[in-house]
């Protein structure tokens, strides 16, 4: 059809059911769309718990490193108290034999 020309009521009426078709295809486009977008916000949502909570692992992470260092330690630091006794023992034990052996001499 060309410019100026006048449309009769059939033409008008397939022009008509054709826009209205392509009028419900939008439609239906833009509800899929809405469903998609109430899904990437749902995701995104999602993702900023997901990164709250592993920041907050990540914290109690640091906590549970600090605990554990100084229970690591305290076998160490037992070690060396042991140690440290049966030196003195030991060393107590020698002197005092000295001692005897020197006192019974006289």
């Known amino acids: ?12 009426a397939v022009k008509l059911e054709a826009h209205e078709h392509e009028i419900d295809s939008l439609k239906h486009r833009i509800k899929d769309l809405e469903v998609q977008n109430k899904t ?10 997901m990164a709250v909570s592993m920041d907050n692992i990540s914290g109690e992470l640091g906590e549970h490193k600090k605990r554990l260092e100084m229970l ?7 070690g060396k108290t042991v140690k440290a006794a049966i030196i003195t023992a030991l060393a107590g034990g020698v002197v ?3 001692v005897t052996a020197v006192l019974s001499l006289l």
């Open 40 to 49: 990437i916000q749902e995701n995104a949502i999602s993702v900023t718990k």
């Open 1 to 12: 059809m060309k410019e100026g020309e006048i449309m009769d009521g059939t033409e008008v």
């Open 72 to 78: 690591e330690r305290i076998p160490i630091e037992t």
């Open 96 to 98: 005092g034999s000295v």
